[in-house]
């Protein structure tokens, strides 16, 4: 028997409802803020993350699943900025209109070890925004990111902000971490041992518990921060607290994308244990002169459909009572179902029949089942007298309706 690949998933019609309705919940708020939607390719150039995310990260170190054609080397793309950044400059967005706004769904891809929350293939639902440095514009995104959770019913979450300030307030961080870790470099992990020569700002996302104490210890203000990347992240937190956002300030906050600059955030819950995170974005304002476009400021973020999925309220999507159930009982009202579906379906009623061969008490089963909330019979009776029986699965009531007279009675 063929299995799947390890670290993907089976998404199974039971559970596709709840994805589609995040989908569809997602959709109306995007729309609100006034993101458009925007589709890019699976597979990207590896030199695009390369650039991007860092060739320090662990993402391009470790997890990029790569495929070499002759000379060729492309990437399943393991996030989505990147890519709607280099649509933004390839297509030339800016030149129509310099700010956009994006929203996105869809599959990433990390070659890591699967566990709870974190698999190979994955998918986000994020958005975008390039054009603006306004910090205002910063806490319309966290909100939108607050207002997308709320929406999904998830409860209990918590949301981390820090500022990296601008590429040389980012320097000065790392000159202080290079000075304050340097004599604990004994007591750190081994990856994070390699950090400290590579990329020293991911040693503030480890999650290692010897790693996590000497973090702790490091007591690291805002000291790195110039005057006007403090201005920045106040205005940001002013216009949290306007919003009443809950928020919580995290100093070793840093994300593990070098892109990132000024405001990061987090989005965590406690129900996924040491993998916390439901999502996460920040600033990137070099990012898009760094891939060959115009000066532009941009912030982001996205969340992990699985991770979501995993913190859900039990009662956040409802089984649909919509579906009606069509119950034929013999070959002529067989004959006449087949006509009768087709023009239900024509006018937007969603219906489902019994294929089965089921006798009566069955197919009502098998309409229980489905979770149908109406139930449609014709037998030879009906066709007499040129009826549909009508039955409503919630209450038992149940009434004879003329034919002609029927999708009348079902918009009502």
């Known amino acids: 028997m063929q299995k799947k690949v390890s670290g993907t998933r089976d998404i199974l019609p039971e559970e596709a409802l709840f994805w589609q309705e995040l989908e569809k919940i997602s959709r109306d708020i995007f729309t609100r803020y006034n993101y458009k939607e925007i589709r890019t390719p699976l597979i990207e150039g590896a030199s695009l993350f390369n650039r991007s995310l860092g060739e320090s990260t662990e993402i391009v170190q470790k997890q990029m699943f790569l495929i070499k054609n002759k000379e060729e080397l492309y990437a399943l793309r393991p996030e989505g900025t990147a890519s709607i950044v280099r649509a933004y400059i390839e297509n030339n967005l800016d030149k129509t209109a310099r700010f956009r706004k994006f929203y996105y769904f869809g599959p990433m891809f990390r070659l890591e070890r699967p566990q709870k929350g974190r698999l190979r293939q994955f998918h986000h639902i994020g958005c975008e925004a390039i054009g603006s440095l306004d910090p205002d514009l910063d806490v319309e995104v966290i909100a939108l990111a607050d207002s997308l959770l709320k929406a999904f019913s998830v409860k209990d979450y918590k949301i981390k902000i820090n500022s990296l300030g601008s590429l040389k307030d980012k320097k000065e961080l790392i000159a202080l971490l290079n000075k304050k870790l340097k004599s604990k470099l004994s007591a750190l992990c081994a990856d994070c041992k390699t950090r400290f020569k590579k990329n020293i700002l991911r040693i503030l996302d480890c999650k290692n518990d010897n790693c996590l104490k000497v973090i702790s210890g490091l007591e690291i203000d805002d000291s790195y921060l110039c005057l006007q990347s403090r201005e920045h992240f106040s205005r940001v937190k002013a216009g949290l607290d306007a919003l009443s956002i809950n928020y919580e300030v995290t100093p070793y906050l840093v994300r593990g994308l070098d892109y990132y600059t000024h405001t990061v955030f987090e989005i965590v819950h406690k129900d996924l244990g040491a993998q916390d995170a439901l999502g996460a974005g920040g600033r990137y304002d070099n990012l898009v002169k760094e891939l060959g476009g115009p ?71 098998a309409a229980n089942d489905l979770n149908a909330g109406k139930v449609l019979i014709i037998g030879e009776n009906e066709l007499k007298k040129g009826v549909v029986t009508l039955k409503d699965m919630v209450s038992g009531a149940q009434k004879e309706i003329a034919r002609q007279a029927l999708i009348k009675e079902l918009k009502c």
């Open 295 to 365: 000066e532009a400021g941009a912030i982001g973020f996205a969340f992990g459909v699985e991770r979501l999925l995993l913190v859900r309220s039990p009662e956040s999507v409802a089984k649909s009572k919509n579906i009606l159930y069509l119950i034929t009982l013999g070959q002529e009202a067989k004959t006449e179902g087949l006509k009768l579906l087709e023009e239900l379906r024509k006018n937007e009623v969603a219906c489902e029949a019994d294929y089965e061969s089921k006798s009566l008490k069955g197919a009502l089963r």
